[in-house]
T-cell receptor, first 109, second 114 residues
Framework: GQNIDQPTEMTATEGAIVQINCTYQTSGFNGLFWYQQHAGEAPTFLSYNVLDGLEEKGRFSSFLSRSKGYSYLLLKELQMKDSASYLCASWDSNYQLIWGAGTKLIIKP | DTGVSQNPRHKITKRGQNVTFRCDPISEHNRLYWYRQTLGQGPEFLTYFQNEAQLEKSRLLSDRFSAERPKGSFSTLEIQRTEQGDSAMYLC????????????FGPGTRLTVL
């Protein structure tokens, strides 16, 4: 079957670092996305990984291990505006995006 | 770049009525996707167009749902005989293809069926 798992909710402190994990099982692998979604708004693109390793974009980094079916999103220097849901999504062999349910990140002062 | 736009942003309707939503993709994007999202869940794929051709449709999608993209630009999603279970956020996304084929989402249409 095809499945993406991520934690339902995480809490972190302003200024700290948080790592949001995602494991995937898809019938084919053609890349993995991370999106940010604030409550009541549409998802916005954060990152895309297709090769193993770490991709860094400012305060946000995304890591992929294809052999382990695992990715994480690393958020540094957390700000209150980072409170949102973070969605992991992966292409399957039919080139449809399979989405996780999202991880709700709560930032506390 | 005006981004993906969707209309209306909110729709309240009574059970049994028909509703139609519109999506205008980013102008140079040839791919257009419709998703449905409920609270606490990720987007659920509904259907996908490449230009005006509807290439994929979710097997889970009821025949009450239909989508068109007549000229390969904007798209409409119609739900006939709405049910309370249709209440959700309906998201449209577009992409230009290419190596990553990143999808860019519109603000969504929130449907409430009473």
């Amino acid at each position: 079957g095809q499945n993406i798992d991520q934690p339902t909710e995480m809490t972190a402190t302003e200024g700290a670092i948080v790592q949001i994990n995602c494991t995937y099982q898809t019938s084919g692998f053609n890349g993995l996305f991370w999106y940010q979604q604030h409550a009541g708004e549409a998802p916005t693109f954060l990152s895309y990984n297709v090769l193993d390793g770490l991709e860094e974009k400012g305060r946000f980094s995304s890591f992929l291990s294809r052999s382990k079916g695992y990715s994480y999103l690393l958020l540094k220097e957390l700000q209150m505006k980072d409170s949102a849901s973070y969605l992991c999504a992966s292409w399957d062999s039919n080139y449809q995006l399979i989405w996780g349910a999202g991880t709700k990140l709560i930032i506390k002062p | 770049d005006t981004g993906v736009s969707q209309n209306p942003r909110h729709k309240i309707t009574k059970r049994g009525q028909n509703v139609t939503f519109r999506c205008d993709p980013i102008s140079e994007h040839n791919r257009l996707y419709w998703y449905r999202q409920t609270l606490g869940q990720g987007p659920e794929f509904l259907t996908y167009f490449q230009n005006e051709a509807q290439l994929e449709k979710s097997r889970l999608l009821s025949d009450r749902f239909s989508a068109e993209r007549p000229k390969g630009s904007f798209s409409t999603l119609e739900i006939q005989r709405t049910e309370q279970g249709d209440s959700a956020m309906y998201l449209c996304a577009s992409s230009s293809g290419g190596d990553t084929d990143t999808q860019y989402f519109g603000p969504g249409t929130r449907l409430t069926v009473l």
